[in-house]
């Protein structure tokens, strides 16, 4: 932002995310939800999550939602600041609640999991063009929008229209496509969904979730659904990850994980690509980074990869050591890539080797 800005104008940040983000409670032993006695309680958001981890990596970001004027509201704003997340465009709903979510610890994959979700007319879903701060959501180098808040409502749907909408100056737009069936009960998110990522510049999409969207199947028939992002990253699960960008095509496989939960690898990829884009590493080290924090993210119980670092409330954090960890790893030469093993603990290691066994 030039000094010759508005004066109210807020700071250049690397990465806004703009979600909804809930109150998530998480039974305090395994079993379905009706036997749980008793749950612990955390915080779940696709954007919020992204926004963290970059925050905690050392990155400026910037959340932009709405919340209620309640206590969950209270614990969001405090929690995702704790990460050193700028939340100073978070809006206060007083006529509508915060919303919160039950879910199991297992995989989203299978049959066993559960997810019982309070969203319906959540101060999130009420967020519009006419009452978000766009000029905060606009200074960010990056802006990460996903699919979830197009399914909220209408006006959520308006709201990502004008921010995936052509624009000079505009920032480079991240977009998540994140299909969640259940949110779209009339069937249009196909529809919204593929118009909202031709809009954006970078594109997240599972080649499973792109045949179950719209019929491709394979990366390259989602490049063709997909032309017009510059960059397209078709993750393909534990086989590995295709991203298509500059008329070039790079393919690198998936580290072994020994994973602990699956849920929160998708936004941690997305924060890892986005920290390796920030940082102007070439595409495959791109790439090994998204894999690598997602692999943060599968070898811990929650959704976070990582915890808020201390006194980091006002200000991106330091860098960590386990990016620079990180970056040892992405910089393994191919045979000693294909042969890496991630377990629990695999972050605090002191320093890079072929196999990072499970303690």
């Avoid at 737009?173 to 009339?186: A, C, I, K, Y």
């Avoid at 002191?350 to 066994?357: D, G, N």
Wanted: aromatic residues 6%; proline residues 8%; contains cysteine.
């Amino acid at each position: 932002m030039t000094a010759t800005g508005p004066r109210n104008a807020p700071d250049v940040v690397d990465v806004v995310a703009l979600g909804e983000s809930m109150v998530t409670f998480l039974p305090s032993r395994p079993g379905r939800l009706a036997d749980a006695p008793t749950f612990d309680r955390a915080i779940g958001g696709a954007e919020s999550n992204v926004a963290c981890v970059l925050a905690a990596a050392g990155h400026s970001a910037r959340w932009i939602s709405t919340v209620g004027a309640d206590g969950f509201g209270d614990h969001l704003v405090e929690t995702i600041g704790a990460y050193g997340v700028d939340v100073t465009a978070v809006r206060r709903d007083p006529a509508r609640p915060t919303g919160v979510y039950f879910r199991t610890a297992g995989d989203r994959a299978t049959d066993a999991h559960e997810v019982a979700y309070y969203r319906a007319g959540s101060a999130a879903s009420a967020m519009a063009a006419g009452n978000v701060d766009l000029t905060a959501a606009r200074a960010g180098r990056v802006l990460h929008l996903t699919g979830i808040t197009a399914a909220l409502s209408g006006e959520c749907r308006g709201l990502l229209r004008e921010l995936t909408a052509p624009r000079p100056g505009r920032p480079l737009v991240s977009f998540d496509v994140n299909h969640r069936p259940g949110l779209w009960p009339d069937g249009d998110g196909p529809h919204v969904l593929l118009e909202l990522a031709r809009g954006a510049d970078l594109v997240f999409v599972g080649a499973d979730e792109a045949q179950q969207v719209w019929g491709p199947h394979g990366a390259e028939t989602v490049r063709r659904a997909l032309p017009g992002p510059a960059t397209l990253v078709v993750k393909q699960g534990g086989h590995g990850v295709t991203v298509f960008d500059a008329g070039q095509v790079t393919f690198v496989p998936a580290p072994h994980v020994d994973v602990v939960a699956a849920v929160g690898a998708g936004d941690a990829f997305a924060a890892g690509f986005l920290s390796a884009t920030l940082r102007d590493l070439p595409m495959k080290a791109r790439l090994r980074h998204g894999h690598l924090w997602a692999a943060a993210a599968l070898t811990v119980p929650g959704d976070l990869a990582v915890p808020p670092p201390p006194a980091s409330r006002g200000g991106a954090a330091p860098r960590p050591a386990w990016i620079a960890h990180a970056d040892r790893l992405a910089a393994l030469d191919d045979g000693a890539w294909e042969r890496l093993r991630l377990g629990p603990g695999w972050t605090q290691a002191a320093a890079a080797t072929e196999e990072v066994p499970t303690p």
